[in-house]
């Protein structure tokens, strides 16, 4: 049997799916409804011979396990890195499709990564789910003292925002009407915080039964929230051939623009990736030096200030070392150990 490579197109409705040979000769362009039913048995055509690539989306997990027992390969693309279909100013599913299928037999596309397991997986729903209600509460809290100052009625800090501040500051609203709304908002945000305490308490609960984040919990500076939200984005140890692959997707990788021998701009910290890793690593970095006694972290944070007498530099060295530790832990299956790790960057 040959292999054939199979694009395709995901919507909440409908599916589109091309394939083509091993010579990139259009097989055939199906459309079909978007369910478990049309999904297998669209794949049973191509039973075992079958390379699929799909984009990320809101069903590429669903359909990939769905595929998964059909075919040779399933990969879930980076949609933005996919320039070909992403920045066409010709698009329709059947022609992205084509292109998806095209892009899986050159092997050209960065994969998305989607782990099997199904308790990291609901963990990592359950992280996603905080940090959206995170970011809903301190919207919230924007728009309230954006209300406020309408009013004339400037403030700083958090102090607005507890039982006497916001007290305070809806007595000096002269509107009654104006004070209600400005007053419902309020109850909105209470709603917020009750909800985001909610996720927070649901995702460390979730946490709690993986071993690897109990392990996490050994290393200096790395709580359960940390040690959570990592095990939460990494997923699997073994997605990063190496650490400096990690280090990229925490967005603590460096940039480089070089051409013929000569640096174009200045080097600077990859903004792509996964801005809660670096986060995460920025919180463990900052417990491990308030952290009591001596540990290693405290120790590579002196030696490194010392030799570049950079303290932002020393810091980010830091944080990708925390990371790697992580990393090297989870990788190896040992223990924390502050003297020695089975990695040369740990």
């Excluded at 049997?1 to 409908?14: N, P, Q």
């Excluded at 000769?25 to 191509?46: G, N, W």
């Excluded at 954006?146 to 009013?151: E, F, H």
């Excluded at 501040?165 to 309020?186: F, Q, S, T, W």
Aim: with cysteine; proline share 4%.
């Amino acid at each position: 049997m040959s292999t054939v490579y199979i694009g395709i197109d995901l919507a909440a409705k409908e599916c589109v799916a091309a394939v083509i040979d091993r010579k990139g000769k259009l097989i055939c362009v199906r459309e079909f409804p978007t369910s478990e039913k049309h999904l297998a048995a669209f794949m049973q055509d191509y039973e075992g011979r079958a390379v699929v690539l799909l984009e990320e989306c809101d069903l590429a997990y669903w359909a990939r396990r769905v595929i998964l027992p059909y075919a040779q390969k399933v990969e879930v693309a980076d949609p933005v890195r996919n320039a070909w279909i992403h920045k066409d100013p010709i698009k329709n599913d059947k022609i992205d499709a084509r292109k998806l299928a095209e892009i899986a037999q050159m092997g050209n596309y960065h994969p998305v990564y989607h782990t099997p397991d199904e308790r990291i997986y609901a963990l990592h729903m359950a992280v996603k789910a905080y940090e959206q209600l995170t970011k809903d509460a301190v919207a919230e809290k924007n728009r309230i003292k954006a209300k406020l100052r309408a009013q004339g009625i400037i403030s700083e800090g958090a102090r607005i925002y507890g039982v006497r501040g916001r007290a305070e500051a809806l007595a000096r609203v002269g509107d009654p009407e104006v004070r209600g709304i400005i007053a419902a908002d309020y109850e909105h945000l209470d709603f917020l915080l009750s909800e985001r305490a909610k996720a927070k308490r649901r995702f460390l609960s979730l946490a709690a039964h993986i071993p690897v984040v109990r392990a996490f919990q050994e290393i200096p500076g790395v709580g359960p929230v940390v040690a959570a939200v990592f095990c939460a984005y990494v997923k699997c140890p073994q997605r990063f051939s190496d650490v400096r692959k990690l280090w990229r997707y925490s967005r603590l990788g460096i940039t480089q623009c070089i051409s013929g021998g000569k640096e174009l701009r200045r080097q600077r910290l990859d903004r792509r990736g996964c801005g809660a890793l670096k986060d995460a690593s920025m919180t463990a970095f900052l417990g491990a030096m308030h952290a009591g006694g001596d540990n290693r972290f405290k120790r590579a944070y002196a030696q490194t200030l010392e030799n570049t007498g950079s303290a932002t530099h020393a810091r980010l060295t830091v944080q990708r070392k925390i990371l790697a530790v992580m990393w090297a832990m989870w990788l190896y299956g040992t223990p924390y150990d502050d003297g020695n790790m089975p990695h040369k960057w740990a």
